[in-house]
């Protein structure tokens, strides 16, 4: 059974930083695709960034390209997701996802474990 614990929300100006981190429990986490989703109240929630077993392949929403940036460390079982230039549509529940299907375009049915979230608020 793997576990994901996100960390590294919070509150931040528009136009700020933020870096979200998820560390899995478990030996298998190099097996496993990961992923960033989000939930904004009233909305479904999307895939915002994926990541390949390997790290080499990555995946974007067009509306975050060129200011977030996922990454992963297999040493540490961990992975992140580094927000920059955050707008106040940004905010919403982040949630990391590992599925062992390939590809880093993870698609919420093919997800095999969730984190419990962790909330971005991003003030105009």
């Known amino acids: 059974q793997v576990q994901l614990v996100e960390s590294g929300g919070g509150l931040v100006q528009a136009g700020g930083s933020l870096r979200l981190s998820c560390a899995a429990s478990?030996?298998?986490?190099?097996?496993?695709?990961m992923g960033w989703f989000r939930q904004a109240p009233g909305k479904e929630r999307e895939l915002v960034a994926g990541?390949?077993?390997?790290?080499?392949?990555?995946y974007y929403v067009e509306s975050v390209k060129s200011r977030f940036t996922i990454s992963r460390d297999n040493s540490k079982n961990t992975v992140y997701l580094q927000m920059n230039s955050l707008k106040p549509e940004d905010t919403a529940v982040y949630y990391c996802?590992?599925?062992?299907?390939?590809?880093?375009?993870?698609?919420?049915?093919?997800?095999?474990?969730w984190g419990k979230g962790t909330l971005v608020t991003v003030s105009s």
């Open positions: 996802a590992a599925s062992r299907r390939g590809g880093s375009r993870l698609t919420p049915s093919g997800v095999d474990h």
């Open positions: 478990g030996r298998t986490f190099s097996s496993y695709c």
């Open positions: 990541i390949g077993w390997s790290g080499i392949t990555t």
